[in-house]
Every structure is written in C-alpha cells, then in structure tokens.
C-alpha cells in the first residue's frame, strides 16, 4: 500500500472537562530472533509473547517512532481552521486563539489539554469554539495509540481521533475513537472508496453496526449517506461515563500488511 495517513483529533462543542492526550506511533522491526535486543526494552524471551508475523512468517516487534506528548505535544500538529466538513455547529479556532482562550495547555506534570470553549452560553445558532488538529506527519503502516485520561461526552460534543488520507476517501479514513452524543460505546468506523468489506467472520468484541436490511459491511463512503462499515464496541468502558470513571484508557489502532485492528 502506498497511500499514507494523518492523525486527527477534534473536540466538538462544550464540555466542563479537561482531555489529556498521548498519542504515539510505531514502526515494526522485522527479522526478530530471539537473542536480539530491542533499544530501551529487555531482551526479547524465546516464546512468541509480543511478537507480530508478517505473512511470509517472519517474526517481529513494533519499536517506538515518534511519541507526542507533553509541552511539545501541538508541535507535530497543524490547527484545522477551515468550515467544519461535517457541519458541525463549530467555529475551529488556531493555536494562537486556542492557547490565550486556554483551550489547550500542557499541565506541570505532562498532561496534555485539548477541550473546546466550555464558559460561554451561547445564543441559539450560534457556533462555539473548538479545537480540532491534524498531525504533521504521515504514516504508511504502523502502530498508533493514544492514551486518553478523559473525553468530554453528553448531547452534541463529539470527540474523534481517527487517520485520514489526503485523498478521502480513496485513501481510506479510520475512526478510531468517535463519540456520538450520549453514546456509551465507541464505534469503530471505515470509510474508504468503493471494493472494501468488513469481514463479518473476523474476530471482534462487539456488534457490527446495522444499517436498515442488516450487518452493514460494505465500507464504501459513497453509500447509505457514509455511513461507512462500523464495529460498536461491547464495553461501556471504551467511551462515555464508564469511560470517564474509570480515568479514560488506551485506544490502539494497528495497520499493516496483514490487516487494520482497533483494541481499547
Ligand atoms: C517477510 O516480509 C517482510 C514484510 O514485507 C519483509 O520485510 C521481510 O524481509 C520478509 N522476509 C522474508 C524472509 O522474505
Ligand atoms: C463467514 O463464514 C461463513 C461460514 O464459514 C462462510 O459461509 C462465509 O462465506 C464467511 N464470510 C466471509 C465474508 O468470509
Ligand atoms: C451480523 O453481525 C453479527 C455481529 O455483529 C453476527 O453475529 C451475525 O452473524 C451477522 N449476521 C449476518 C447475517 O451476517
């Protein structure tokens, strides 16, 4: 494959909430025996306990490549300012404006702070300042996770982390995390161009997402308003309250020549 993918975040609407945000990606490290030893880790034991095959069968492990965090986390970042392509009833605003209104800041100890205008009452109609950016880098495979302390969620707030190509949605689009109004699950979402199916045998914990005539698994963005083909997680832990309570948790989306897979 050779098209290459942006991480997104977005947080729309208002929340009381802070967010804290670590997102980290990897590449693989092919060709792994077991007498190798990994930079900053221990050495690799002889069993298969964290290994990943490739499909020719050589073994190998995911190694560090970029990690955002902390005081330089929006470096890698761009602030989306343009019109919400959804619609959403947003105003996104840059880093200069995000930074002096305080919607996002790095906190003594790391944490990261990413979170929309949650002090004005705004009149009917009227758009209310969010955050949404887009990673600098792109990614042809990889590992990606994101360790998440809290997302806001409730009627009209919207958090997402989810990879994009340049050219959506030929180049596929990724969902990872998407909170949808007083949801209690996260849904899993691929919108990609048209020839692309969830498998409905694959292994997952959760529903695929139904779509009037049953288990919607054509992923094709062009259909059913894009819809797109979704897996609806069985935990209220991975988003929502249960989320919250539990100080939030770890979403990682894994991309390579074997297949797409979301864990939380
Ligand atoms: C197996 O596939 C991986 C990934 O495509 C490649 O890097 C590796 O060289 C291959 N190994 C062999 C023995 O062909
Ligand atoms: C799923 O498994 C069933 C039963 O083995 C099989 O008939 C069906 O073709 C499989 N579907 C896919 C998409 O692989
Ligand atoms: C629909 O998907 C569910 C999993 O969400 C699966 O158990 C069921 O067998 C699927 N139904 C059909 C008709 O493929």
Not at 146 to 174: H, K, Q, S, Y
């Amino acid at each position: 494959m050779t098209w290459s993918t942006s991480l997104v975040f977005l947080l729309f609407w208002a929340s009381p909430l802070v967010y804290s945000w670590n997102p980290f990606s990897s590449n693989k490290r092919s060709g792994i025996d077991g007498n190798q030893q990994v930079e900053g880790g221990s050495p690799l034991r002889r069993d298969t306990t964290g290994y990943n095959f490739d499909p020719n069968g050589t073994a190998f492990v995911w190694l560090p490549e970029d990690t955002y965090a902390g005081s330089t986390f929006f470096d890698g970042f761009t602030f989306f300012t343009d019109h919400d392509p959804t619609d959403g009833m947003v105003t996104f605003v840059d880093q200069a404006t995000a930074q002096q209104k305080g919607y996002i800041s790095t906190q003594p100890d790391g944490t990261v702070i990413m979170k929309a205008d949650d002090t004005n009452t705004l009149d009917l109609g009227t758009f209310r300042e969010s955050v949404r950016i887009q990673s600098n880098k792109q990614y042809t495979t990889g590992l990606f996770i994101l360790d998440l302390n809290r997302a806001p969620w409730g009627c009209a707030i919207w958090p997402a982390f989810w990879t994009v190509g340049d050219n959506w949605p030929a180049n596929g689009e990724i969902d990872i995390l998407e909170g949808v109004h007083d949801n209690e699950h996260n849904q899993i979402t691929w919108h990609t161009a048209p020839g692309c199916m969830l498998n409905s045998n694959a292994t997952f914990s959760g529903t695929i997402a139904v779509i009037s005539d049953g288990n919607h698994t054509n992923c094709d963005a062009s259909l059913d308003g894009n819809a797109g083909c979704a897996v609806i997680d069985w935990s209220r832990a991975s988003y929502g309250p249960f989320f919250e309570s539990q100080g939030g948790g770890v979403l990682a989306m894994k991309w390579d020549e074997n297949d797409i897979s979301v864990c939380e």
